[in-house]
């Protein structure tokens, strides 16, 4: 597609049930990134991929975050046992190439509710 | 990776230009600078990188000194739905961005 799609737009979770969100990257583009963006607009780099191998994870909570990029499947952000603080938006990008002028195209991001 | 400092907030009014100034005093040769503009409810997008003097496209320019310490980012004849939160960002690009660091943006608000 000519856009990343991320899925689902909303999801709520109670403390300590799983969350699985996915993200479909445009097609051709060999790099994902996921960041999560909680209050005032901070965003938290959690993880990127490298067509189905893991490019950069120094992000990632590894307790509980896991994430996957499989040939031909959507990639995911998957929490096991979630928590009040993982609420916040995450959002999946896609590019190209890396290197200069790259440009990194981002979803429009899954808001994630725990409660 | 540089750490960049902008301002919380600015207001403005539809057909004015607003200059949104950017600090990173550590940036390293081989960052690049990128600003990236964010809706509500949306992801942030892509709107213009450089790496020294001046660059310009269809939406934007980005002035950056020699000693690229600071960076500009200049929207001329701003409408209100240009009412947005603007990222500053550097990194390098050179054998490759693994990730973006955002800061906390500025948020622009344009009135009538």
């Known amino acids: 597609g000519e856009e990343v799609a991320q899925t689902p737009k909303h999801l709520v979770r109670g403390e300590g049930q799983k969350a699985k969100l996915y993200c479909a990257p445009i097609k051709g583009h060999s790099y994902v990134f996921w960041y999560q963006q909680v209050l005032k607009n901070e965003f938290k780099f959690l993880i990127s991929?490298?067509?189905?191998?893991?490019?950069?994870e120094t992000g990632m909570p590894k307790e509980r975050f896991s994430a996957k990029c499989l040939p031909n499947s959507p990639c995911s952000l998957e929490i096991q046992a979630t928590k009040l603080e993982d609420s916040a938006v995450y959002f999946c990008?896609?590019?190209?190439?890396?290197?200069?002028?790259?440009?990194?195209?981002f979803g429009q991001g899954t808001r994630l509710t725990v409660v | 990776l540089a750490k960049t400092t902008q301002p919380i907030s600015m207001d403005s009014y539809e057909g004015q230009e607003v200059n949104i100034t950017c600090s990173h005093n550590?940036?390293?040769?081989?960052?690049?600078i990128t600003w990236y503009q964010q809706f509500p409810s949306q992801g942030p997008r892509f709107i213009i990188q450089?790496?020294?003097t001046k660059v310009t496209n269809e939406v934007a320019s980005l002035f950056i000194p020699a000693d690229r310490k600071s960076s500009t980012l200049s929207l001329p004849r701003v409408s209100l739905s240009d009412t947005a939160v603007y990222y500053c960002l550097v990194g390098e690009m050179g054998t490759g961005f693994q990730k973006l660091v955002f800061g906390t943006g500025t948020r622009l608000l344009v009135s009538p």
């Open positions: 550590n940036i390293a040769t081989n960052d690049y």
């Open positions: 450089g790496y020294k």
């Open positions: 990008a896609s590019s190209q190439l890396i290197g200069p002028n790259t440009e990194a195209f």
């Open positions: 991929f490298q067509n189905e191998n893991v490019f950069d």
